[in-house]
């Protein structure tokens, strides 16, 4: 969603990093130019090479891995900014600093959820992207477990893991 969030807002070049092709080809779907999956490639390093060596203008950590906040520091260009959205699971992750300052990179905590349903509500309804695409896994109501297993169990084969109360 935050590939096509981007899209929508403008933004013709549109890099993704994860663990899992699921999500990979999912970004690509919703409009990434270019995916890169981590363990096969440094993301920071195949960011550098398609941008010039520059580095991105804007990245988004939506993840709240460590790892990842920190390979999304490293890929923003001078004067870039970055935005974290994902919540880490712990509070404090460590930061490069000097890095951040002599580069003037602009840092946003983002909270996902604020002010946020309006817009978001008029973009799923636009239909400008396929959003049913996403989700992988339906269960009713009362196969609420197994959806919760399934979401947490299978990373590598369900993006989005639905649970109808009327079916």
Sequence with gaps: MAVAAAKSFGASRIFVSDLEDVR??????MGATEAI???HADP??????????LGVDTAWETAGNPKALQSALYSVRRGGK????????QDEIPL???????????????FR??????SGIEFLASGTIDVRSLITDRYP???TQDAMERAIHNKSGSLKVMVYPNE
Excluded: C, M, W
């Design 113 to 118: 959820y604020a002010n946020t349903y309006p």
């Design 82 to 89: 970055l935005a974290i959205v994902g919540s880490p699971p």
């Design 44 to 53: 920071v390093e195949r960011i550098k090479q398609l941008t010039d060596g």
């Design 96 to 110: 490069n600093v000097p890095f951040i300052a002599d580069n003037e990179i602009d840092i946003y905590g983002i």
């Design 141 to 143: 109501l009362d196969r």
């Design 37 to 39: 999956n981590i363990r």
């Design 24 to 29: 990979l080809e999912a970004a690509v779907r």
